[in-house]
T-cell receptor, first 114, second 109 residues
Framework: DAGVTQSPTHLIKTRGQQVTLRCSPI?????VSWYQQVLGQGPQFIFQ???????GRGNFPDRFSARQFPNYSSELNVNALLLGDSALYLC?????????????FGPGTRLTVL | GQQLNQSPQSMFIQEGEDVSMNCTSS?????WLWYKQDPGEGPVLLIA?????ELTSNGRLTAQFGITRKDSFLNISASIPSDVGIYFC?????????FGQGTRLTINP
């Protein structure tokens, strides 16, 4: 079975631009979460979506937004890019949402902001 | 952002040695997870712990969920070259995972 897939794998943008990252969860998983991983640190939680509704949001500015589609895939949008947005953006999927629903990660999208 | 305290930050060992790393939190978590991340890839789940005091093994890996629910450790026995990578602990809340800073493992053949 296919795991979590993300596209694109790499992306280069300039400051002020907007970017859209995409994620397809494991088949049967209804929850998608997004994390930002800056070089040398652990991933930081951005959003969680379940059944197309936002269930959780991390400490990120309003420039970050996301949505989940009826087929449970998801998009993460970042507006007005800053140099500090350069990071590996990880998508994780789980069956549902809760303390025991294990999250499985995709390979990530490497975003570089120049 | 919130992070767990993971130690050591890096380890340099000889092939065949055992490895131990741990993670502590000021908050209680009902689930602890250990992931391994190779360069340019996403974290891969190694072990999930769901009950305080639980000791779980996965091959050469053994992890324990602390009784206070504020800590966990991971042991790797008889290390091999493919164990090289960054290991992350994570506490699972209702909506999110909170990660440690990672332990970078380097193995000298």
């Amino acid at each position: 079975d296919a795991g979590v897939t993300q596209s694109p794998t790499h992306l280069i943008k300039t400051r002020g631009q907007q970017v859209t990252l995409r994620c397809s969860p494991i088949s049967g998983h209804k929850s998608v979460s997004w994390y930002q991983q800056v070089l040398g640190q652990g991933p930081q939680f951005i959003f969680q979506y379940y059944e197309k509704e936002e269930r959780g949001r991390g400490n990120f500015p309003d420039r970050f937004s996301a949505r989940q589609f009826p087929n449970y895939s998801s998009e993460l949008n970042v507006n007005a890019l800053l140099l500090g947005d350069s990071a590996l953006y990880l998508c994780a999927s789980s069956l549902q949402t809760g303390h025991t629903d294990t999250q499985y990660f995709g390979p990530g999208t490497r975003l570089t902001v120049l | 952002g919130q992070q767990l305290n993971q130690s050591p930050q890096s380890m340099f060992i000889q092939e065949g040695e055992d490895v131990s790393m741990n993670c502590t939190s000021s908050s209680i978590f009902n689930t602890w997870l250990w992931y391994k991340q190779d360069p340019g890839e996403g974290p891969v789940l190694l072990i999930a712990l769901y009950k305080a005091g639980e000791l779980t093994s996965n091959g050469r890996l053994t992890a324990q969920f602390g009784i206070t629910r504020k800590d966990s450790f991971l042991n790797i026995s008889a290390s091999i070259p493919s164990d090289v990578g960054i290991y992350f602990c994570a506490g699972q809340g209702a909506q999110k995972l909170v990660f440690g800073q990672g332990t970078r493992l380097t193995i000298n053949p």
